[in-house]
Each structure stands twice: as structure tokens, then as C-alpha cells.
């Protein structure tokens, strides 16, 4: 039986289901993330986009651009503008990154690495036991063969 966790906006207006365990999970250091988060880092769990249900309120949709030059869409709140998830360039529309911090129970994911490393603040302290790299890695050596799998399904799918 897969889990089920719930999330929402600051506000409560939007609410949102999440199925099954994340493709991958990353803490992204860069000066991207930074600048269009206002903190030192994100936190974002990439699922399957079908595997996301959102059960009240309105979402709006914002495009910035992406480290790769293409769309980064960020989903938000219409009340309130939190940012709920974003869909990336190389995955599509197929493919989201969940804020984490959105979740019910954000603790309940833990992640995979930490990116982006050569951009961080100077005073964040990095967590132990989570592999963490200068700029991205290859996730074929991190994340276990199921998760590999579904990663490279999302890609193959995105491409049609």
C-alpha cells in the first residue's frame, strides 16, 4: 500500500495529496534556488506528476528560467503564493518538484543530496550522512535501481 501525504499553502486555501515515495529528493544550494526561494536553500521532491492530486483552492503558474536556459514553471497558491512545485525543463509537465516544506509532515522525506554545494552560504552547515556534491551528480550512483527506473521512465515519457 503506498503512503499518502497531504500538503498545503501558508494560507490553507490550496490543499494537495502526494501518492507513493519521491523518484529522488534534493536540497539545492544554488544561487537560482536562492534568489527565487528568499532562503539559502529548497528542498524538493521530484514525483510523477500523476501521483500529485490537488483536493481545494487555485493554483496560478509563473515562469522563470531555468539553470538549463528553458522554463521553469512554478505552481503557487492563487491566494496567498506560496509555491507549491515546479516543473522543470527536462522532465516537463510529466515531472514536478514538491517544496518539501509544503508537506504536512515535511520530516517525513528525507533527501538524497545535497546540490549545488559550491554556491551555498558560507555559514550553512551541511548535513551528515547525506551525500552532497559541487554542482549536480549522476543519479544512477545514488539513488537505488527501482528509483533509477521510474526516473528514466519520466524522461523517456517526456520526450514523446
Known amino acids: 500500500m503506498d503512503v499518502v501525504r497531504q500538503g498545503g499553502c501558508g494560507c490553507g486555501e490550496v490543499r494537495y495529496e502526494v501518492t507513493g515515495e519521491p523518484i529522488f529528493v534534493n536540497n539545492c544550494h544554488c544561487s537560482q534556488c536562492q534568489h527565487q526561494t528568499g532562503s539559502t536553500s529548497v528542498v524538493n521532491a521530484f514525483f510523477e506528476s500523476e501521483r500529485v492530486t ?3 483552492g487555485k493554483l496560478t503558474e509563473h515562469i522563470v528560467i531555468a539553470g538549463s536556459g528553458g522554463p521553469h514553471i512554478m505552481v503557487r497558491c492563487e491566494i496567498c503564493g506560496s509555491a507549491l512545485y515546479s516543473h522543470y525543463p527536462r522532465m516537463g509537465r510529466l515531472g514536478l518538484g514538491l517544496r518539501v516544506g509544503t508537506l504536512d ?7 538524497d543530496a545535497v546540490i549545488f554545494v559550491s554556491e551555498k552560504m558560507p555559514w550553512v552547515a551541511l548535513p551528515e550522512g547525506i551525500p552532497a556534491f ?3 551528480y549522476d543519479f544512477r550512483e545514488v539513488l537505488p535501481p527501482e528509483r533509477v527506473e521510474r526516473f528514466k521512465a519520466l524522461l523517456a515519457r517526456s520526450k514523446r
Open 105 to 111: 509532515e515535511p520530516g517525513s522525506v528525507r533527501p
Open 54 to 56: 490537488l483536493t481545494s
Open 134 to 136: 559541487e554542482q549536480f
